[in-house]
């Protein structure tokens, strides 16, 4: 495949209550306004009802509240009209822990036993071989007299404190709620022990989000085989990779995604990568991308809106309040303050 073709002007769409349809409409519009490259929030299935669609519960497709394939085709050749190509954001780093996702359901149910056990970023010794779950509104201990159990179509379900939860197997007429939960390949806990007692990595300190290993081979090649089928076409600029910094090996990861087989293109996939960069960090030049997402940018660009007078009113009063502060003394201790309140778990 020969190079990338540059994005040109870019616009980025939140497809939330618009879907494929409603972007079709605007492409008009867009094109009058000089854009050449329409930019998505992300296309795969999230959980319902997300205003944002980063909550992935199933990569294998589309997710339905935003139109079918057919409507993508239709928002594709509509671009296509125009001279305009669609940039594609996609989210290799962590699922969402729903229901909906087939894949964590299936692995809270079966536990190491699961074909889907290795998808997901969880520390099994830790606890045992069980996946702690820190959402109660209370200690279990004051929850557990209430819950009940039902057969589900995919199987037995246990309810607590007005949420449900998949049972390895069916109870018997003898166990007590205390008894079922005990042999599951999960435990419940109160939500103020999320910091300190779970064993599965999160996106930043959010519980519903669960990161995946996509640097193992079958979960990259699961995760991406419909995004490689979408893409496999000149219409689709390239991907915006969603938090690159989460990944434990970004560069062999980004170096996987370039070599991702297309056999219909023949220019390869523009590769940009949502990565906040700090003043002193540089993009290692080895990664195949075209660049970041501009975070760098727009912070310098912020800098030119902010009025010095203003600057020099509030820096005046925080020595007022609590004497002369260095940022950078402040930053390092603000730092150091969240890691030990929100990821001592981590550490």
């Known amino acids: 495949m020969s190079a990338p073709r540059p994005l040109g002007s870019t616009y980025r769409l939140q497809l939330a209550g618009l879907g494929f349809a409603g972007a079709r409409r605007l492409v008009g519009y867009l094109d009058d306004v000089g854009i050449e ?3 998505l929030s992300p296309i795969l299935r999230a959980v319902p009802g997300s205003t944002h669609g980063y909550d992935v519960v199933d990569p294998t497709s589309l997710d339905p509240s935003l139109g079918s394939l057919e409507e993508f085709e ?11 190509r669609v940039l594609l954001d996609i989210v290799p780093n962590h699922m969402a ?11 809270l149910r079966h536990g190491l036993s699961s074909p889907y056990a290795a998808t997901f970023d969880i520390d099994w010794a830790r606890l045992a071989n069980r996946v702690l779950i820190p959402s109660l509104s209370a200690p279990l201990a004051d929850l557990v007299e209430s819950a009940t159990w039902e057969l589900g179509p995919q199987g037995p379900l246990i309810s607590v404190d007005a949420k449900t939860y998949p049972l ?15 042999r599951q390949n999960y435990r419940l806990a109160y939500w103020r022990l999320s910091a300190h007692e779970r064993n599965y990595r999160r996106f930043f300190d959010i519980d519903g989000l669960v990161g995946i290993q996509v640097e193992r081979d079958e979960v990259f090649v699961r995760t991406h085989q419909f995004i490689a089928q979408i893409s496999d076409d000149e219409r689709v600029a390239g991907w915006r990779v969603d ?6 090996f970004p560069h062999q990861y980004l170096g996987r995604l370039s070599e991702l087989q297309l056999p219909e293109r023949q ?3 523009v590769i940009l990568v949502e990565k906040i960069v700090a003043e002193d960090e540089r993009i290692p030049e080895s990664w195949p991308i075209a660049g970041t997402t501009g975070y760098e940018f727009m912070s310098h660009a912020s800098g030119l809106l902010v009025d010095p007078v203003g600057y020099l009113a509030i820096a005046t009063l925080g020595e ?14 603000a730092k150091r303050e969240v890691i030990a309140s929100s990821f001592p778990g981590e550490l």
């Open 243 to 248: 938090h690159v910094d989460g990944l434990r």
């Open 320 to 333: 007022q309040l609590g004497g002369s502060v260095v940022f950078s003394e402040l930053g390092l201790a």
């Open 168 to 182: 390895a197997s069916e109870p018997t007429a003898s166990e007590t709620a205390q008894g079922i939960l005990e």
């Open 74 to 84: 239709a928002l594709l050749e509509e671009l296509d009209a125009h001279h305009m």
């Open 37 to 39: 490259t329409l930019y």
């Open 267 to 269: 220019s390869s996939p």
């Open 97 to 107: 822990c729903d229901a909906r996702n087939e894949w964590w359901w299936d692995t």
